[in-house]
Nanobody, 127 residues
Framework: QVQVVESGGGSVQAGGSLRLSCTASALRLEEYAMGWFRQAPGKEREGVSCINWTGSRTYYADSVKGRFTISRDNAKNTLYLQLNSLEPEDTAMYFC????????????????????WGQGTQVTVSS
């Protein structure tokens, strides 16, 4: 049974950093473009970043560009999201997602085309 699991969330002060990780069982992440999404209370889920299957192409939401970095280690079957210069507005549940393609489509920031979801890891940033 496929299981996608995030870790690394926590509570930090504004300006701090976190590193999120995502691993999977019964699923080879190297076969998929991968993404990170987040959802704050009362808000819709939004795409944060996407990376193609080789890691050669990355995409970011404008709100996190220059502060977050997505990467992957296919040998370890692991996806990462480095969060720097965190702001209270970054507070949300962060979800890992395996897309149904090897590339990040034009709609990468939407849930359309996501094949597998993780259960989420909470990030809380205090001012």
């Amino acid at each position: 049974q496929v299981q996608v699991v995030e870790s690394g969330g926590g509570s930090v002060q504004a300006g701090g950093s976190l590193r999120l990780s995502c691993t999977a069982s019964a699923l080879r992440l190297e076969e998929y473009a991968m993404g990170w999404f987040r959802q704050a209370p009362g808000k819709e889920r939004e795409g944060v970043s996407c990376i193609n299957w080789t890691g050669s192409r990355t995409y970011y939401a404008d709100s996190v560009k220059g502060r977050f970095t997505i990467s992957r280690d296919n040998a370890k079957n692991t996806l990462y999201l480095q969060l720097n210069s965190l702001e209270p507005e970054d507070t949300a549940m962060y979800f890992c997602a395996a897309r149904s393609t090897t590339y990040c489509p034009g709609s990468w920031s939407t849930s359309s085309g996501v094949r597998y979801w993780g259960q989420g890891t909470q990030v809380t940033v205090s001012s």
